[in-house]
């Protein structure tokens, strides 16, 4: 009897957007699990799992090794070499989780497409119910638990990735209002949480799909094009912004915005230094002065004047800035391998989809992914790699042309192809 991974990638896409909200860290384990799944089914079958973009697979592969080369100048060299392994391993996942979508019909689509759909409106409900309640959902299991202004950070940046899928999903089988609605209450949800990062990559995405739907394939190329140009410019945008003083009480900017622009500055200065190379792998909370304290004034209602001064570290774990994390770490060479992977889904992208439509609902998921990382989370961390993985595989699968004909796994008895794994 034929066992589809339809139930598994179902599975995933309706359980990450909720878990992100209570336990975003479980979700390398999901990906993972699913991956296992994946490919003990494969196995079971005694088939091979279908390669959807080589290019994709080859400059991965190079970025990898790139990384794993790092150690051998890294000032941390332990380090690097464990997160390159780690990095690997999620990649590895992540290219099953990516490679099982190939060889699905249009049902099973529409069943994963039903799921991530149902677990976008879910994860709404809760985002709402939560900050109407004052979290009282969470005080039920935690009585204790005292609310942080970041507490569902990471929740509200995943569903805003999942957003996407989910509404292309609904576009699938013909409910766009329902889909329109979708985009709007996670709007709603995430301007009710605290995570800017969310909010941006909200913003982004819709500005986006508009742009490209009455631009068509010239304003995807456009976007396409400005996003690399980011990245390779990056250093240099930087070093027009502003760098506000520590001790400006007075400044407008948020101490979240002024803390990440003197943190992108610091990071900028430690680029110019080893502009070739990089520092290696994971080696930004390792840098030279990277854990100084510095006094810093940050607003607050508590204290008569306004403001109060307090200790914070110039670098605390990362630049929250994936191109200028790549510069600092990689060097120009990783600058360069980060613009080729955005080059390569691009090109996916406008091969894959098959009307403006769906080419305007994956641009979306393009910007709001790459606005959010350029503001936040670490381009390494587990969690944030694995859910970029999850949300691109159910977009693939969700994506693929409706008369597309699956791409027929090959059994090892009788050959593989040039794009089989």
């Known amino acids: 009897m034929k066992v589809s991974t339809t139930p598994i990638l179902a599975a995933t896409g309706m359980i990450t957007p909720v878990a992100a909200i209570y336990l975003p860290a479980s979700i390398a384990a999901i990906g993972t699990l699913a991956a296992i799944g994946v490919v003990a089914i494969a196995l079971a079958q005694r088939r091979w799992l279908a390669l959807p973009s080589v290019p994709l697979i080859l400059v991965l592969v190079a970025l990898f090794v790139w990384s794993l080369l790092s150690a051998l100048w890294s000032i941390r060299p332990e380090e690097s070499l464990t997160r390159a392994i780690q990095v690997f ?5 992540g290219t099953v989780l990516l490679c099982s979508t190939e060889v699905l019909d ?15 409106m879910v994860a709404i409900s809760i985002c709402l119910a939560e900050r109407a309640s004052d979290f009282a ?15 569902y950070n990471r929740g509200a940046t995943v569903l805003s990735l999942f957003m996407w899928p989910a509404a292309l999903g609904l576009y699938r089988i013909r409910q766009p209002a329902v889909a329109t609605g979708l985009l709007a209450a996670v709007g709603v949800a995430v301007f009710g949480l605290e995570s800017a990062s969310a909010k941006l990559g909200w913003l982004v995405g819709l500005g ?26 990056a250093p240099l945008i930087v070093r027009v912004m502003p760098n506000p003083d520590p001790l400006d009480f007075t400044r407008r900017l948020s101490s979240s915005a002024a803390h990440r622009l003197v943190m992108w500055h610091f990071t900028v200065d430690r680029i110019s230094e080893r502009p070739w190379l990089g520092w290696g792998l994971d080696s930004a909370r390792n840098l030279p002065n990277a854990r100084q304290e510095i006094l810093w004034s940050k607003a607050t209602e508590l204290s008569p004047d306004g403001h109060q001064l307090v200790m914070v570290t110039l670098m605390p774990l990362h630049p ?5 994390q790549l510069w600092l770490e990689l060097g120009l060479a990783g600058a360069i391998l980060g613009a080729g992977v955005v080059l390569v889904i691009a090109r996916w992208i406008e091969r894959r989809a098959s009307n403006r439509t769906d080419r305007a609902i994956l641009s979306g998921l393009f910007a709001a992914s790459i606005s959010m990382a350029s503001i936040s989370y670490g381009a390494w961390q587990s969690w944030w790699l694995m859910a970029l993985w999850i949300v691109a595989s159910i977009s693939a699968t969700l994506g693929k042309t409706p008369t597309e004909s699956p791409v027929p796994p090959v059994s090892p008895a009788h050959g593989t192809g040039p794009d089989t794994l």
């Open 208 to 233: 986006t799909m508009a742009f490209v739907y009455f631009t068509r394939r010239a304003g995807f190329r456009t976007i396409a094009v400005v996003t690399c140009a980011f990245i390779f410019l």
């Open 106 to 120: 249009q049902n099973d689509r529409r069943w994963i497409g039903r799921a991530v759909a149902f677990g976008v």
């Open 89 to 93: 391993a999620i990649g590895i996942a």
């Open 320 to 324: 929250h800035n994936m191109p200028l």
């Open 137 to 151: 959902l969470r005080r039920l299991v935690e009585p204790y638990w005292i609310p942080r202004p970041d507490s």
